[in-house]
């Protein structure tokens, strides 16, 4: 078991972490918190770089000055530790070093929900120990699954697939802004391939196929009882297939061949593993945005690309604006009136921003595909600006009223907040 140890925490023995390519956006907050006293816990997909962002954060903390002896690393999920509880292997760790108990040490638990009894011993260790923890987990289900053990004892990051701006860095230098076209080349990259960070740096057919089910076999099956997998493996194709429709349980169950409440549970499962979203109704009326068809995304395109290959761009380009919005952390909902719609409505009624994504490589305020911004703006007569992200098209101009801004896609990824708070 000590060879295991040594074997994970190599700067026991004066060598660094392999750190990777930095992920500046999450690495910087957590490190600028490292004092306060809350467990850490990142959330996100497997592979999604939970487990490289713990080595950059022991690596920093290493070059800050941190004594190695004071920072262990665990991967619950190695056989030869998911069956010892966190005390133990902190007891090992402290006998290793001669570690007084006042002592400040720092612990990271890399798939914590490996570990027997990991919510009644983070309380513990939280409530007795001088321990800092940072904890990884695959599903949203650890923060139910621990039944209010952690409450105030625990601050939650989610760690999204690679942002545009995180796929660029990751696939070399930075183009000039003069170089457009190599950006737009960029984001039709990035469409396809997605943000898997391996995926991302070596592209290969097999890895996204063999991931996924990898996270149907290890994150879903075993954690919740889903009797019919196949038809689990069905939805995930049904939702790659229709990104940015709406949709209902109704219909997917009656697709599926399964009852209401299973399709409810199954499209849960696939939220809870960090596969799929689902976004309601933009409306004033609470009983509506319950009980209205909803909206479903993926989490990352690489899966779509595994599911129903390389087209669909307009569908592509809507589900990475809506993981944009969602990792900035924007609530945002669908617009629908008959068959008219509008993808994105950001904030109230008072101040609504309606947000449309089209392909377009021309502006024309009277093209038919523009009619839901303008039913829109009927509706809702404080709205003064209205946003349209392109493939090609940077304009601003007058609409119905308004000033309707557009963009190319990528432009928006780089810095949507500029765009959405213009």
């Given at each position: 078991?000590?060879?295991?140890?040594?074997?994970?925490?190599?700067?026991?023995?004066?060598?660094?972490?392999?750190?990777?390519?930095?992920?500046?956006?999450?690495?910087?907050?957590?490190?600028?918190?490292?004092?306060?006293?809350?467990?850490?816990?990142?959330?996100?997909?497997?592979?999604?770089?939970?487990?490289?962002?713990?080595?950059?954060?022991?690596?920093?903390?290493l070059?800050?000055?941190?004594?190695?002896?004071?920072?262990?690393?665990?991967?619950?999920?190695?056989?030869?530790?998911?069956?010892?509880?966190?005390?133990?292997?902190l007891?090992?760790?402290?006998?290793?070093?001669?570690?007084?108990?006042?002592?400040?040490?720092?612990?990271?638990?890399?798939?914590?929900q490996?570990?027997?009894?990991?919510?009644?011993?983070?309380?513990?260790?939280?409530?007795?120990?001088?321990?800092?923890?940072?904890?990884?987990?695959?599903?949203?289900?650890?923060?139910?699954?621990?039944?209010?053990?952690?409450?105030?004892?625990?601050?939650?990051?989610?760690?999204?697939?690679?942002?545009f701006?995180?796929?660029?860095?990751?696939?070399?230098?930075?183009?000039?802004?003069?170089e457009?076209?190599?950006?737009?080349?960029?984001?039709?990259?990035?469409?396809?391939?997605?943000?898997?960070?391996?995926?991302?740096?070596?592209p290969?057919?097999?890895?996204?196929?063999?991931?996924?089910?990898?996270i149907?076999?290890?994150?879903l099956?075993?954690?919740?009882?889903?009797?019919?997998?196949?038809?689990?493996?069905?939805?995930?194709?049904?939702?790659?297939?229709?990104?940015?429709?709406?949709?209902?349980?109704?219909?997917?169950?009656?697709?599926?061949?399964?009852?209401?409440?299973?399709?409810?549970?199954?499209?849960?499962?696939?939220?809870?593993a960090?596969?799929?979203?689902?976004?309601?109704?933009?409306?004033?009326?609470?009983?509506e945005?319950?009980?209205?068809?909803?909206?479903?995304?993926?989490?990352?395109?690489?899966?779509?690309?595994?599911?129903?290959?390389?087209?669909?761009?307009?569908?592509?380009a809507?589900?990475?604006?809506?993981?944009?919005?969602?990792?900035?952390?924007?609530?945002?909902?669908?617009?629908?009136?008959?068959?008219?719609?509008?993808?994105?409505?950001?904030?109230?009624?008072?101040?609504?921003?309606p947000?449309?994504?089209?392909?377009?490589?021309?502006?024309?305020?009277?093209d038919?595909?523009?009619?839901?911004?303008?039913?829109?703006?009927?509706?809702f007569?404080?709205?003064?600006?209205?946003?349209?992200v392109?493939?090609?098209?940077?304009?601003?101009?007058?609409?119905?009223?308004?000033?309707?801004?557009?963009?190319p896609?990528w432009?928006?990824?780089?810095?949507?907040?500029?765009?959405?708070?213009?």
């Amino acid at each position: 078991m000590e060879t295991i140890y040594y074997q994970l925490n190599p700067w026991w023995e004066g060598n660094l972490p392999d750190v990777g390519i930095l992920r500046e956006a999450y690495l910087r907050p957590l490190l600028d918190n490292r004092d306060r006293r809350q467990v850490e816990i990142l959330l996100g997909s497997r592979r999604v770089g939970k487990t490289t962002l713990l080595r950059q954060l022991i690596s920093e903390l290493l070059a800050s000055g941190i004594n190695p002896h004071d920072i262990c690393f665990l991967a619950l999920d190695h056989p030869a530790l998911s069956g010892t509880s966190i005390t133990d292997h902190l007891k090992v760790f402290r006998t290793l070093f001669d570690h007084p108990r006042n002592r400040r040490l720092f612990l990271f638990l890399d798939e914590v929900q490996d570990s027997p009894a990991w919510e009644v011993e983070l309380k513990s260790l939280y409530d007795t120990e001088q321990l800092k923890l940072y904890c990884t987990g695959s599903t949203s289900a650890l923060l139910t699954r621990q039944g209010g053990k952690l409450t105030g004892r625990q601050i939650t990051t989610t760690i999204f697939p690679l942002s545009f701006t995180e796929f660029i860095d990751f696939r070399g230098p930075r183009p000039k802004m003069a170089e457009d076209y190599r950006y737009e080349r960029l984001a039709q990259d990035y469409l396809v391939t997605g943000g898997y960070p391996e995926e991302v740096l070596s592209p290969n057919p097999a890895y996204l196929a063999n991931l996924l089910e990898d996270i149907l076999a290890r994150d879903l099956m075993r954690l919740f009882p889903i009797k019919k997998p196949a038809v689990l493996k069905a939805l995930v194709r049904l939702v790659a297939a229709s990104v940015g429709g709406r949709t209902s349980f109704n219909r997917l169950s009656s697709l599926l061949g399964i009852s209401l409440d299973t399709a409810k549970e199954y499209v849960g499962y696939l939220e809870a593993a960090y596969l799929a979203a689902s976004m309601g109704k933009w409306t004033t009326s609470h009983s509506e945005r319950v009980y209205s068809q909803k909206k479903l995304y993926l989490w990352d395109m690489g899966i779509k690309t595994v599911c129903t290959g390389p087209g669909d761009e307009g569908a592509r380009a809507e589900n990475a604006v809506y993981l944009e919005l969602l990792r900035r952390g924007i609530e945002t909902g669908y617009y629908a009136e008959s068959e008219r719609e509008v993808d994105f409505v950001v904030g109230s009624v008072k101040t609504p921003l309606p947000v449309e994504v089209k392909m377009l490589d021309m502006l024309d305020p009277k093209d038919k595909r523009l009619s839901g911004l303008a039913l829109f703006v009927r509706r809702f007569p404080a709205t003064r600006r209205a946003l349209v992200v392109t493939r090609t098209v940077q304009a601003t101009i007058p609409y119905h009223g308004i000033e309707l801004q557009a963009v190319p896609l990528w432009r928006f990824l780089l810095d949507a907040g500029r765009y959405l708070n213009d």
